[in-house]
């Protein structure tokens, strides 16, 4: 007779199982997976390192785990937004705000999508595709839909709605991935907290302005966004480590 799990149980596991995720992430994300170590991954989550295997089977399948992850949250994070009772313009000013916040504070996600970008050109990533056609295709497909309603109900400018996307996000990852750059051309830090609070100002002003037909509209809108979304904590230190290479996976 075959005993079935207790609750108390399967609830042990799936907590077991999320320290381990959330130690992976960390390590993988500041070694990368050719310089993360399993044992450090264990200590970090409390557990045996037997235990990594027996759940994960290799520190690749683990790093798979824990990249689909955090890639999940993210792409819920950004599905939640879509869905706001708002205008197209309205939530179209959310995403890009909430775009900047999240390379702002989801250092291990964009750091593994950088490792993960590099893996690909190498030919050795066979994760990147399955996370653009899960996570980043499912998006994409929602913004274009946005955009194009926002285009259709005259609240937004007639402009292709790639373009619109790029305008909107692309100065987000160009300002964070060019961090190091910015910080030899200009006079201060540009991932200080009150610089980033004041690029987070422009950033929706600049949108409040360019991509809608009715600018004074807009600006309201803009205003409004930012009012409703409280700057989130930076931790300057750990941000100012995007785009740097671990010694460890040289």
Same mark, same amino acid.
Do not use: C
């Given at each position: 007779?075959?005993?079935r799990?207790?609750?108390a149980s399967s609830?042990? $596991?799936?907590?077991?199982?999320? /320290?381990?995720?959330?130690? *992976?992430?960390? !390590?993988?994300?500041?070694h990368?997976l ?5 044992d450090?991954i264990?200590?970090?989550a ?5 235990l ?7 520190k ?6 824990a990249l689909?992850? &955090?890639?999940a949250k993210?792409?819920?994070?950004t599905? *939640?937004v879509f869905?706001?009772?708002s $205008? ?6 959310y995403?890009?705000?909430d @775009?900047f ?5 989801? @250092? ?7 490792? %993960?970008?590099? /893996?690909?050109?190498?030919? +050795?990533?066979? +994760?990147?595709?399955? &996370?653009?056609?899960?996570?980043f295709?499912?998006?994409?497909a ?6 194009? %309603?926002?285009?259709?109900?005259g +609240?937004?400018i @007639?402009?292709?709605?790639?373009? &619109?996307? =790029?305008?909107?996000l692309?100065a987000?990852?160009?300002y ?11 006079p ?9 609070? !004041?690029?987070?100002k ?12 009715d /600018?004074?509209h807009g600006?309201?809108?803009?205003a /409004? ?6 700057m ?7 941000l100012? =480590?995007l ?8």
């Open positions: 007779m075959t005993t799990p207790s609750s609830e042990r $596991s799936a907590e077991t199982r999320g /320290r381990i995720l959330g130690a *992976a992430l960390t !390590e993988f994300s500041a990368g050719a310089g993360a170590r399993m450090k264990a200590g970090a409390s557990v045996n390192k037997a990594l295997y027996y759940y994960y089977d290799s690749e399948k683990l790093y798979d785990a689909e992850m &955090i890639s993210i792409r819920d994070r599905m *939640a869905v706001l009772e $205008s197209p313009g309205e939530r179209l000013l995403l890009a705000l @775009h916040d999240r390379i702002m504070t989801q @250092h291990e996600f964009q750091r593994l999508m950088q490792q %993960e970008m590099i /893996r690909l050109h190498q030919g +050795e990533s066979a +994760e990147l595709p399955i &996370i653009v056609k899960r996570v295709a499912p998006v994409q929602m913004y274009q839909s946005l955009v194009r %309603e926002g285009i259709e109900s +609240e937004l @007639h402009a292709d709605w790639l373009q &619109i996307q =790029l305008a909107a692309g987000n990852v160009v964070f991935m060019s961090a190091p750059v910015w910080r030899i051309l200009l201060f830090d540009p991932l200080a907290p009150e610089v980033l609070a !004041e690029r987070r422009e950033l929706v002003g600049f949108l409040g302005q360019a991509m809608f037909a /600018r004074q600006a309201e809108l803009a /409004r966004v930012l009012a409703n979304s409280p989130p904590e930076v931790d300057s230190a750990r100012k =480590l785009g740097r290479k671990d010694e460890r996976a040289q």
